[in-house]
């Protein structure tokens, strides 16, 4: 029998939220811990005691999904791209599965915000949705009539290390291109760049 319980974690370059669902989906829990830094066993063992801290107070175990800045590449199975630089060329999921002896769902977080509102958000119904996350950096994803749109590279929708022509030309004193990320991360607009 399928556990009814169901786990979300956001696993952010600041920190890791937990959320746990009923069977109703309804949220019945809700925590969250600092993201350990440059730090990718402690990361693992934060999300693993969230988890099993949680089923200790709810006296049950469920099934968990985990939405991570970065991708899971299709050709070997490793993250890239991660803010979280330690999550690179690591098998997150592998290791989150060993930590907590069942299978974890792991999806990039802006696909993750994207197909959610798409399929049950303030999107729903649209043809066409493209979400958008701004935090320790930026992110997107994208859904075409209910579908994610993935790419061969499992970077479809990531927007923030695009080139800003503009941005550029105006921060002329930049001694590299500049990206979505400089302008719109939580960082960036804590400490605007003159």
Known sequence: MAPTLRFGIDLGGTKIELIALDAGGREILRRRVPTPQDDYLATIAAVAALVHQAEAELGQAGS???????AISPASGL????????????PLQEDLERALNRNVRLANDADCFALS??????????????????????GGGVVVRGHLLRGANAIAGEWG??????????????????????PATGEAILHPWP
């Open 64 to 70: 968990i999904g985990v939405g991570t800045p970065g």
């Open 79 to 90: 993250m890239k791209n991660c803010n979280s630089t330690c999550l690179n060329g690591r």
């Open 117 to 138: 509102e798409a399929v049950d958000g303030a999107a729903a119904g649209a043809d066409t949705v493209f979400g958008v996350i701004l935090g320790t950096g930026v």
């Open 161 to 182: 290390h695009s080139p800003l022509p503009y941005f550029q030309f105006a921060h002329a004193q930049a001694d590299r291109a500049l990206t979505g990320q400089h």
